[in-house]
């Protein structure tokens, strides 16, 4: 018997009805995340890797097989995960601090408790100067970074994050990418990264499952085997490129 | 003050007093009698005269339109809520709401008048009616005008409903409601006066029929400059607030969505 998944999904399918077309985004999609794993599910744009996603946080109903967080059956949306979207959606009206006591308010946590938490957390992502900042005064990047703070506001078991940084620049996107290395080595939270990019993909994880083009069939799941604690100058090593170029074929492109 | 508000400010004032002196200048130059057109002077003088009256009419105006204002905020963002949480009732609210927009208020003015009489109440409502829609239409609109992602990020918390709508809808919807309100305070002062033209005897609007009948064009034009006032005044206070409010939204012009004028 295999210790339980934080993550198990099993022949995994989805439907999109539009009109009177049915449109299948999902085919058959199985993988499983281990506690404390960092896994991303890479594709191309549209194959429906947000809707595994989506599935996994209970925000989108699947057509069929089953999906089980923690051992539990996803039947609708749960607070042992924390979200990131491709876009900040911090709300404009609260300082960064603000926003990321939200998660603790909705919940009713205590206010003391959850203050000083929050603080920790923008010390975290490298923002305690900017507590008392609106969004509009934050570069993208900072917005972003206050999203992961607040994703982590209620300490979920487990992170979602859904193509958080392809808004961003490719110098901020770099910089992230680190930062939410550090972030995930010093939380150890199970994350689910979505990406369309092929290093990040690699950089961040442990494993990479390989999406097709929709309806999204895997076409396999790469072992990420750079030791850990990764340094940035792995992205320019020579087994980084070997895993760049393995993935780029499955998916179509040719690197080499 | 900063140096360009203070311009913006001066700018403003030559501007007026330019026109102003060539309007006086042109009525004296070409003679113009004083029925046809008045000069500022005497438009002036006239105002002077009785500013006790005037400020008694003016008052008046200012209690029904801001009454009817008002009422229009409160059951306008009510029933933009309502329309919003409720989906199910907007396919039956939405077409009514249009329905008694199309319905021309001067021509229900008169009957208001039969059903309520003559007092301040028949203006009010007319005001309230003119004033309404924009606020429910804009206020509807910023309800509905959430981020997604902020909406998943409520039910992927469980946020109850109530929830949702104060902390998520409410402050998104906050620019447009103001908006919204900007557009029906200077309709609900239009309201007011058409009240007061169809029957009355109090009020700004009133003071411009006696002044038309009489051909006192003088105070006719004292009166609608009372209301000019009335009006400035009124939206100015509108965007104090929400300034005060809201000072995370900064419009990006004054001709953009929810752009600040003053």
Partial sequence: ?256 | MPLASLHRVLKLTLTLVVLVASWEALCRLLQIPAFLIPAPSQVALRLYDKHDLYFMHTWITIYETTAGFFLAVAFGIASAAIIVVIPRLRDVVMPLLLVAQLVPKVAVAPLLLIWFGYGLFPKIIIAFLVAFFPIVVNSASGLASVQPELLDLGSSLQASRWQTFWKFRVPSALPEIFSGMKIAVTLAIIGAIIGEFVGGNRGLGYLIIVANQELDTALAFAAIFLLSAVGIVLYALIEMFERILIPWHAPSGPLTTGGRML
């Fill in chain 1, 1 to 256: 018997m295999r210790a339980r998944a934080a993550i198990e999904i099993a022949d995994l399918r989805k439907t999109y009805a539009i009109a009177d077309c049915e449109i299948p985004a999902l085919d058959g999609v199985s993988f499983r995340i281990e506690p404390g794993e960092f896994v991303s599910v890479l594709g191309p744009s549209g194959c429906g890797k947000t809707t595994v996603l989506r599935i996994v946080a209970g925000l989108t109903v699947k057509t069929s097989g089953s999906v089980e967080v923690d051992g539990v059956p996803v039947t609708g949306p749960q607070r042992k995960i924390g979200l990131v979207f491709q876009v900040p959606a911090l709300m404009k009206w609260r300082t960064a601090l603000e926003n990321v006591l939200l998660p603790a308010e909705i919940l009713g946590l205590d206010r003391a408790a959850s203050r000083v938490r929050a603080q920790e957390l923008l010390e975290l992502v490298g923002l305690s100067e900017f507590a008392s900042r609106y969004p509009r005064e934050l570069s993208g990047g900072m917005q972003q970074r206050v999203a992961i703070a607040r994703a982590l506001a209620h300490d979920p078991a487990i992170l979602l994050l859904d193509e958080p940084f392809s808004a961003l620049d490719m110098m901020t996107r770099n910089q992230l990418n680190i930062e939410l290395l550090r972030i995930w080595s010093e939380r150890q939270k199970t994350s689910l990264l979505v990406t369309h990019s092929i290093p990040e993909a690699i950089f961040l994880s442990d494993r990479i499952v390989v999406l097709g083009p929709r309806p999204a069939r895997i076409l396999d799941v790469v072992t990420v085997s750079l030791p850990r604690p990764r340094d940035p100058s792995v992205r320019v090593s020579l087994s980084f490129m070997q895993i760049v170029d393995r993935i780029g074929r499955l998916v179509g492109l040719e690197y080499i």
